[in-house]
């Protein structure tokens, strides 16, 4: 499994903007896909944007064009852009590797970072 550290999260009012990363530790971070999570209290893990090595993205509904996702493979780093940022966005945000080609199911993805709290005012 690989090492997964995220960063970012942080109390913001609805309407703001957070970016967070994912730094790996990894060299051959460029091969991996990779995808973001998050788990409000009393929920269950829901998938929240996905993006491939060939740099394909896939995004939740709920977070669909207001988020994005990027990929910087010399800093092996993973971004979610998270823009319009709505009360119901507060969670804790994971990043995750996935290894399958489900890229929404939580069991595709074999190593995850600890997580960063994310929380949205209105």
């Known amino acids: 499994q690989v090492q997964l550290v995220e960063s970012g999260g942080g109390l913001v009012q609805a309407g703001d903007s957070l970016r967070l990363s994912c730094v790996a530790s990894?060299?051959?971070?460029?091969?991996?896909?990779m995808g973001w999570f998050r788990q409000a209290p009393g929920k269950g893990r829901e998938f929240v944007a996905a993006i491939s090595v060939t740099g394909s993205t896939n995004y939740a509904d709920s977070v669909k064009g207001r988020f994005t996702i990027s990929k910087n493979n010399s800093k092996n780093t993973v971004y979610l852009q998270m823009n319009s940022l709505k009360p119901e966005d507060t969670a804790v945000y994971y990043c995750?590797?996935?290894?399958?080609?489900?890229?929404?199911?939580?069991?595709?993805?074999?190593?995850w970072g600890q997580g960063t709290q994310v929380t949205v005012s209105s």
């Open positions: 990894e060299r051959t971070f460029s091969t991996y896909n």
């Open positions: 995750a590797r996935r290894r399958t080609f489900v890229v929404h199911m939580a069991t595709s993805y074999d190593s």
